[in-house]
């Protein structure tokens, strides 16, 4: 199902490979540190040694948003061979907050294809920034009208698709 959704939006969007703005990855670290009445945002990944919980709190936020740019790199340095410089990451609250969940659910879209180079090859589990993307789709998802009928995702995909949320966020980007 992603590596459909990947190639649906591939061709919406016909756009390459990028590193994805730190304001992006702002905004998806900052969506996780919501309040939510199931506690912190929590994701598994099996690094090939076991299992590993994962939680995202205000005191790991540098880390968590590190990690998912360095895959965002890898992802790219992979496609490109052009051995992009690392940038450090510093949590920080992004410049707005007013995303829409459909807002979100398109950025958490973005980042998934701009950061994972073979949809048929990357191994979902062992990645702990798919992960942390898909447990901020769950805790997204039911904030997005129509979450849980009989024709989710593809509903969802609609809206999204519809709403014309931003699809890369910057400094300069606004919600919808």
């Known amino acids: 199902m992603l590596r459909n959704r990947v190639v649906a939006l591939r061709e919406r969007h016909s756009v390459s ?43 790991n936020a540098d880390q968590v948003g590190a990690m998912l740019s360095l895959q965002n790199l890898a992802a790219y340095e992979e496609r490109y061979d052009e051995g992009a410089a690392s940038r450090p990451y510093s949590h920080s609250a992004p410049r707005h907050t007013g995303w829409t969940p459909a807002d979100l659910f398109t950025a958490v879209e973005f980042y998934v294809y701009q950061s994972f180079h073979d949809e048929d090859h990357d191994e979902p589990l062992a990645s702990q920034a798919l992960q942390y993307c898909g447990a901020l789709v769950r805790r997204i998802g039911p904030e997005l009208p129509g979450w849980g009928t009989p024709s989710f995702p593809s509903a969802v995909h609609a809206l999204a698709d519809k709403t014309g949320g931003p699809w890369g966020i910057d400094g300069d980007t606004t919600p919808s």
């Open 17 to 59: 490979k990028q590193i994805v703005d730190s304001e992006h990855i702002r905004v998806m670290v900052w969506a996780g540190l919501r309040p939510h009445a199931d506690g912190p945002l929590t994701w598994v990944h099996d690094s090939g040694d076991g299992k590993h919980r994962h939680q995202l709190v205000d005191e």
